[in-house]
């Protein structure tokens, strides 16, 4: 994205992506939403196996627990929220730029609030937080895309990276989440959701509308709270009609065999926040989001400095960056 | 242990900081737990090193540390190993290698993996047969080593994982010791959660042997399902029977994703050519439409599976490398049902060390793996050029039984082993995570360039000492990888 315009709309997402493309026929040719994770399963209980096998693996990866935003400060919190929004949005535009997969956004925005979840990064340290980005999304694409771009090509519009730092980076990020990088995603699970809601009666773009909630959850909730198969039942639901009474849900929620009472319930609150959503996407609907940190400011800021990630008190490390001792390179971020 | 993150580590020319681990004469956390021994294979992506533990409690204990490539500059960090250390982190079971640790060099961002070492591979042990001994594996070894990978590759498939790599120097076994004759499915380098993208080979710049392909992705076929390693499976059942590859084609070398015509042609010799009702997807098959003349213009005249493998037709082992050589990828046999295949139930019965039949047969001396220890951690080999191994080291390892040297694995003589320590080295414990990478420093990088890590290894180098008892192989170059 070479433009500064950094608002944020969730349709812009979905422009690359015709509504013919993204009905049934459209699967095979399309590049970024591939909701057929594996679509060689011999038999339907073959197909039920991998996707409960999947629902056990999804708490692996620190489905549920605290996150960083839990435990900052009340200024800091807020920092950090604004922070990952902004994160979040540069990842979906570089999604757009590089024509990755959702799932690849996705994933990387898994790994970011894995990683808040473990590390503090300091107040105000923007830099840091697009370092992250780009370390994130990244990884995510040698997991998920065919086609890596080289570390340089990353767009981070405000900052510049050296391909080494970046490089370091994506080691503290494997080595912080423990080389877990095999996080799932809601997008393994749609069509077979789609499938077993609604058979061959399937409405019409369906899919795109569900992948348009699923992004917009993204930016209302860490996804370390919140398991993603939940997530893509919610959103199916929700895309199909977010008025559903609740007997409806269940009934179609009994289809699956995996979810206990407790991921009900969960199932019930992602589909209100997802009805939520949806409401506010109708009052507005360029549903753009409050402008960000980093549109405030400008300019190119060369980082090449010396970090040192020093253990903190508890159980989480902070970030720490030693500016003081050489003349950093790095700009002060301008603020309004 | 290595819980680099409390002592705030930083690279070397990071004077400002404390426990700067660069050139500064400190021991490299990680690398304080190893004696490294020697190189013992190179790969695609990497170096293969052999080393021992010095930690108390495990001392003497045998590791082996994959070295990756350096990335391309710019690139990050490689795919593959992001891909296969998540897989190896997330998979155990006995039959699958171990992986220990893994480490980080922060001052040139290499990795480094540290796996339970494995003494024997397949490749080795068919080599030793056909060349050296003259005789066929005994059965009880054959039926243990086959009954073991498909154990461990039944453990793969019903977590998902496909191989997608196996060949008889992918499968190892462990040798003297508590697991000995243990096999150990290897290199996961190539290995994907069903999930994954699927990179046609070729893009990957990967060489893969095309010997235990299956014939589905000969045929062009984009999905790789986990019947594609029971192929392989069967191939090399066959090679252990034979001790020579079933289907040796010649590969043809072109990108991308060349069409194996003669590799093609060698399996139809063998089991006659496809049909459509045997395989009735075959006609989706890109390859199979485009050369459809090319290849059924070849004349077919295949001389039966069980004159290759020299198995009488009615022999259950017979009917289970046949039903692993299927055609159609969805009727061939799946890993499970083999394991439940009467040839593991009839005499001799499988058992957990394939190298020892239970009852007073003669016992093969496995050769040792050859070391090659003039090369360091960095790849580097010493200005001495590395010494062919003399007739007179052969003794202790070729045809060891003969000489009359106990055991197999004849603990390999100390003598002129010498302790590498490469400089700036940081490790961390997978156990306790809570520390990696608590020293990294994104932004470090630039005061360990220009300094060549080397320098200061170059002067440790020592030739090998040549009264070295190795193996009866003169050491090799063979692509290896874990």
Redesign the interface.
């Given at each position: 994205m070479g433009d500064s315009d950094t608002s944020f709309c969730v349709s812009t997402l979905l422009c690359q992506e015709s509504e013919s493309c993204l009905n049934e026929q459209g699967y095979e040719e399309n590049t970024y939403i591939d909701v057929k994770?594996?679509?060689?399963f011999?038999s339907e209980d073959e197909e039920d196996e991998?996707f409960e096998?999947l629902f056990r693996r999804e708490t692996?990866f620190g489905s549920k627990g605290s996150s960083a935003l839990d435990d900052y400060s009340d200024i800091s919190q807020t920092w950090l929220k604004s922070a990952r929004l902004d994160a979040v949005e540069w990842i979906f535009n570089t999604r757009a730029v590089f024509g990755f997969h959702f799932r690849t956004a996705y994933l990387s925005i898994t790994y970011f609030d894995r990683f808040i979840s473990k590390r503090y990064i300091d107040r105000g340290k923007m830099w840091a937080i697009r370092?992250l980005s780009v370390a994130c999304l990244?990884?995510a694409a040698?997991?998920?895309?065919?086609d890596?771009p080289?570390?340089?090509e990353f767009p981070t519009q405000d900052f510049y990276f050296?391909?080494?730092?970046?490089?370091?980076?994506?080691?503290?990020v494997?080595?912080?989440l423990?080389?877990?990088?095999?996080s799932i995603t809601p997008f393994?699970y749609l069509s077979y959701f789609i499938n077993k809601f609604f058979g061959d009666s399937r409405p019409k773009g369906l899919v795109s509308r569900a992948v348009e909630l699923i992004v917009a959850m993204t930016k209302e909730t860490n996804l370390i709270d919140s398991r993603p198969s939940i997530i893509a039942a919610a959103a199916v639901l929700a895309a199909f009609d977010n008025q559903l009474p609740r007997k409806i849900m269940e009934l179609k929620m009994s289809v699956i065999s995996f979810w206990q009472s407790d991921d009900k319930e969960h199932m019930y609150s992602s589909y209100n926040l997802m009805q939520e959503i949806g409401k506010r996407k109708v009052k507005t609907p360029e549903l753009s989001v409050t402008p960000n940190v980093l549109s405030l400011h400008s300019g190119s800021h060369y980082?090449?400095?010396?970090?040192?990630?020093?253990?903190a008190a508890g159980?989480k490390?902070r970030l720490t960056?030693?500016e003081s001792?050489h003349s950093s390179p790095v700009k002060k971020v301008h603020r309004k | 242990m290595g819980d680099g993150g409390n002592r705030g580590l930083v690279g070397s020319g990071n004077s400002n900081n404390n426990g700067g681990n660069g050139s500064s004469g400190n021991k490299p956390e990680w690398l304080q737990h190893y004696d490294l021994i020697g190189k013992i294979g190179e790969g695609t992506y990497g170096l293969v090193f052999l080393a021992r533990t010095k930690s108390p409690g495990n001392r003497g204990k045998s590791i082996a540390i994959k070295k990756f490539k350096q990335s391309k500059d710019g690139d990050g960090v490689s795919p593959t190993a992001i891909r296969e250390i998540m897989l190896l982190r997330e998979i155990t079971h006995d039959n699958v290698v171990k992986l220990v640790n893994v480490h980080i060099n922060h001052a040139d961002m290499s990795l480094y993996l540290a796996f339970d070492y494995a003494e024997h591979d397949l490749y080795e042990i068919i080599r030793h047969h056909r060349d050296k001994v003259n005789h066929a594996i005994h059965q009880y070894t054959v039926k243990s080593l086959l009954w073991q990978l498909l154990n461990g590759l039944n453990y793969l498939h019903s977590n998902w994982i496909i191989h997608r790599d196996l060949k008889p120097s992918n499968i190892l076994v462990m040798g003297e010791g508590e697991e000995q004759g243990v096999v150990k499915i290897a290199d996961f380098g190539l290995a994907r959660i069903y999930q994954a993208p699927l990179k046609p080979l070729a893009e990957n710049g990967v060489v893969v042997t095309i010997w235990y392909r299956a014939p589905e992705l000969l045929l062009g076929a984009k999905h790789y399902t986990s019947a594609v390693d029971m192929w392989a499976v069967g191939c090399i059942f066959a090679e252990l029977l034979t001790l020579k590859p079933l289907f040796q084609g010649a590969e043809v070398k072109a990108t991308p994703n060349p069409f194996q015509l003669d590799q093609l042609d060698k399996i139809f010799k063998v089991l006659g050519h496809p049909t459509l009702e045997k395989w009735p997807t075959l006609a989706n098959l890109p390859h199979w439409q485009q050369d459809i003349q090319h290849i059924q213009g070849h004349n077919d005249n295949s001389h039966g599976l069980h004159g290759f493998v020299h198995l009488p037709l009615k022999s259950p082992a017979f009917d289970l490398l046949s039903k692993m050589l299927e055609y159609d990828p969805r009727k061939r046999i799946t890993a499970a049902q083999a394991l439940e295949h009467e040839y593991f139930r009839l005499e001799p019965l499988p058992g957990r060390n394939a190298l020892v039949p239970s009852q007073g047969e003669k016992v093969v001396n496995y050769p040792t793996r050859p070391v090659d220890t003039t090369t360091d951690f960095e790849g580097t080999t010493s200005l001495q050029p590395s010494q062919p191994v003399s007739s007179g080291n052969a003794v202790s390892g070729n045809m060891a039984g003969a000489h009359g040297v106990p055991g197999r694995s004849v603990p390999r003589p100390m003598l002129g082993m010498q302790r590498m320590q490469p400089q700036g080295m940081t490790g961390y414990n997978l156990a306790s995570q809570a520390g990696i990478g608590g020293g990294m420093n994104p932004g470090g990088i630039p005061m360990q360039r220009g300094v060549n890590p080397q320098a200061h290894q170059q002067q440790q180098l020592r030739r090998k000492d040549p009264g070295m008892g190795m193996s009866g192989y003169p050491p090799q170059q063979k692509q290896r990888r874990m």
């Open positions: 994770p594996y679509d060689c011999v991998y096998n692996c370092l990244s990884l040698k997991m998920e895309e065919c890596v080289l570390l340089s050296e391909s080494n730092v970046i490089q370091k980076m994506e080691l503290l494997l080595s912080t423990e080389w877990k990088m095999g393994s980082l090449n400095e010396n970090i040192s990630y020093n253990s159980t490390r960056f030693n001792d | -």
